[in-house]
């Protein structure tokens, strides 16, 4: 039933992508505007980083005892995913009720999959009482179906970088601009360091709209400790606390901007009905984070049981150059084992952007189509475009499992496969495998 009806949804429009508020705002209307009646709201744009900034806010949220909505995209596994109602997601019945009720408020309108879903999400947000609302853009940012909320509490931009140039433009000044979409008068952004170019877009919005900007670098700093752990500076506290639970050294940043929000929150004057946030609840609700498909070590599943012992493997749905570059980054740290790749990426994005930095990494690659995906890249041609940036034994391979297969053979000894280059990779790898 739920597979049914989604799939109805996905109909409804001509356009998997056509960024407009106008059909929206007249399904919400049609609703009752549940947009209005939401918690305090931080809505988060940007590139990169978006959706371990999320999903760190809400552990912190949810470690102090503090409701959190969270609206997030695009799936993994379940569309339930995309629509977590006060620390839960729906049962099938419960989000069966919820599409129904808003495909019958459409009436059969033109609407795309993103929009009817979003305002399925601000139905349920606005039927559960919670103390905070987190929404993520589906894409953009000042086009996006979030960005309907008028009175944000606080505003993120995560790090920006090329992405979607051919909906949002093919100049980072472009995506930039679509990004500063959020910002709302008067009303703070917490920003992350960003290149000269995004920067200066975002300073001119800010300015334009008496935006306060938090930025990192200026008003908040984290740094690596001696023992691992993470220590934050903002404009008014300093904070020892763990390590990140996510791995990758690009998670500091992302979860210093979450207590950036934090901190900012718990100011009573620009958010008088925000509750108090207890700094006790810092350290366990950072070592709680959990976020799917980033540097994330499988322990389970049939492509964890082929492993020889001593082996690992790892999954990352990082798409754009900019994400490669972190992923790069952080496997530069291991140095105990030869590093090997399972690699599939959408023939829309910037294969090359994405290889360069990464691909000489890699001791093995095997390359495969995403299954289900007609804009999916050919295993042919991810083998070629990796050899042509240096990785030395790139191949074709027919599955996920046959690659796998392929990089065990090649193995003299214990080794690390990373699976990486698309979420829906990930998707089709967790579905199995988590």
Not at 385 to 411: M, N, Q, W, Y
Request: hydrophobic share 45%; net charge negative.
């Amino acid at each position: 039933m739920i597979d049914s009806i989604l799939d109805r949804l996905t109909r409804l429009h001509p356009k998997v992508i056509d960024l407009s508020l106008d059909r929206v705002l007249r399904l919400l209307d049609a609703l009752g505007s549940p947009q209005e009646k939401l918690p305090p709201v931080i809505h988060v744009a940007g590139t990169n980083g978006k959706g371990s900034t999320v999903a760190t806010l809400r552990a912190l949220f949810e470690a102090a005892e503090m409701r959190a909505h969270v609206y997030t995209s695009p799936h993994l596994v379940r569309f339930a995913e995309r629509i977590r109602v006060a620390g839960s997601l729906p049962t099938d019945p419960e989000l069966l009720a919820l599409l129904e009720e808003v495909e019958a408020a459409n009436a059969g309108r033109p609407i795309t999959f993103f929009e009817i879903t979003t305002a399925a999400a601000f139905l349920a947000f606005a039927k559960t009482p919670a103390e905070v609302c987190i929404l993520e853009t589906g894409l953009g940012g000042r086009l996006d179906a979030t960005n309907v909320v008028e009175r944000p509490a606080l505003t993120v931009i995560t790090p920006i970088a090329m992405d979607h140039e051919s909906f949002l433009g093919g100049r980072i000044e472009a995506i930039a601009a679509e990004k500063a979409g959020i910002m709302k008068r008067g009303i703070a952004c917490v920003v992350a360091k960003q290149g000269r170019k995004a920067a200066k877009v975002l300073e001119a919005r800010s300015s334009e709209l008496g935006v306060p900007l938090i930025r990192e670098g200026e008003h908040f700093f984290a740094r690596t400790a001696s023992d691992g752990g993470l220590v934050y500076r903002g404009p008014s506290v300093e904070w020892s606390l763990p390590a990140p639970a996510l791995a990758g050294a690009f998670q500091y940043r992302n979860t210093a901007l979450a207590l950036a929000c934090i901190e900012r929150l718990s100011r009573t004057e620009p958010v008088p009905t925000f509750p108090d946030f207890p700094p006790s609840a810092l350290g366990p609700g950072i070592r709680s984070v959990t976020w799917p498909a980033r540097l994330q070590h499988l322990t389970n599943g049939p492509l964890v049981d082929m492993l020889p012992e001593g082996w690992e493997l790892w999954l990352d749905g990082g798409h754009n150059p900019h994400a490669a570059e972190a992923l790069a980054q952080h496997t530069r740290s291991w140095r105990d084992k030869p590093l090997m790749a399972v690699f599939g990426i959408l023939s829309t994005k910037d294969v090359d952007g994405y290889l360069e930095p990464l691909a000489a990494r890699f001791h093995t690659l095997r390359a495969v189509a995403i299954p289900g995906e007609a804009a999916a890249l050919p295993a042919e041609d991810g083998a070629a475009a990796a050899t042509r940036h240096f990785c030395l034994d790139a191949k074709p391979s027919p599955s996920v499992e046959a690659a796998v297969a392929d990089l065990i053979a090649a193995g003299t000894g214990p080794a690390r496969i990373l699976i990486c280059g698309s979420l829906y990779l990930a998707g089709t790898v967790l579905s199995d495998n988590s």
